[in-house]
């Protein structure tokens, strides 16, 4: 397994997908076999996303790097992660952030929270929160956040998110253009406005939004 994860890290630096020591570091120390189903543990350092139960899946490996380089995650930066699904991009995210930061990741399919809860605390995660809901309207008593990341493509950014990023902070969200077509923003909160970058296109499964 750790040679896989290592050949894997070593792939995602060539392909660009990982630019800093920092992001190689934290996912050489996250065991994303502790993170999918027993029967895919084989297929854990493949750079695919694998399927997690409750119709959702666990991200592929270059995303999770691609998004936490797009967000310029910081030691020390409070984070929030809209589907935690398996709980495998907050590991990551926690290994970068450190024990001065915090990451609270909200999945609005019960089952998935309580087995991602589970198994970071089980990992020794004290820097994770996992929360039960709609992310799609942030998490207000915690607000506002250095970085925001969803990982399920929304019709539109969702306007509670937009309000509780800081200035000078950064979201990474999908979002589908149109029917069948999503491409990854990065959205920069200035003190005028927000600056939106268009990343590339990508296949999320959708953000479910409250009505
Ligand atoms: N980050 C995850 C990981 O590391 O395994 C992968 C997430 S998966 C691609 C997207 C997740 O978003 C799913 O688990 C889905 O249930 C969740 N989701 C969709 N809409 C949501 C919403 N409005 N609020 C919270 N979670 C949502």
């Given amino acids: 397994m750790e ?3 290592r050949e894997l890290i070593r792939n995602l630096i060539a392909e660009g997908y990982i630019k800093r020591k920092e992001v190689a570091e934290a996912m050489m120390k996250v065991p994303r076999e502790l993170f999918v189903p027993e029967e895919l543990r084989h297929m854990a350092y493949e750079d695919t996303p694998l399927p997690i139960g409750a119709g959702q899946t666990i ?4 995303m999770v790097a691609y998004m936490v380089e797009a967000a310029e995650l910081r030691r020390g930066d409070k984070v929030l992660e809209v589907g935690t699904g398996s709980g495998y991009h907050a590991a990551v995210m926690a290994e970068l952030v ?3 930061g915090h990451v609270y990741t909200i999945e609005r399919i ?3 929270a309580e087995r991602a809860r589970e198994r970071l605390k089980a990992l020794g995660y004290n820097n994770v929160t996992v929360l ?3 992310g799609s309207k942030g998490y207000p ?3 506002p956040y250095d970085k925001i990341i ?3 493509a929304a019709k539109r950014v969702p306007e509670a998110l937009l309000k509780q990023l800081k200035v000078g902070g950064i979201m990474v969200i999908p979002v589908e253009e149109e029917p069948g077509y ?3 923003y990065k959205i920069i909160k200035t003190p005028e406005g927000y600056v939106i970058k268009k990343l590339l296109p990508v296949a999320f499964v959708p953000l479910i939004e409250e009505e």
Wanted: hydrophobic share 35%; no cysteine.
């Fill in 59 to 62: 991200s592929a490996p270059h």
């Fill in 132 to 134: 039960v809901g709609d």
């Fill in 3 to 5: 040679e896989k994860k």
């Fill in 150 to 152: 969803v990982t399920a």
């Fill in 182 to 184: 999503q491409v990854l």
């Fill in 110 to 112: 019960p089952e998935l």
């Fill in 141 to 143: 008593p915690a607000a």
């Fill in 98 to 100: 450190g024990p001065e």
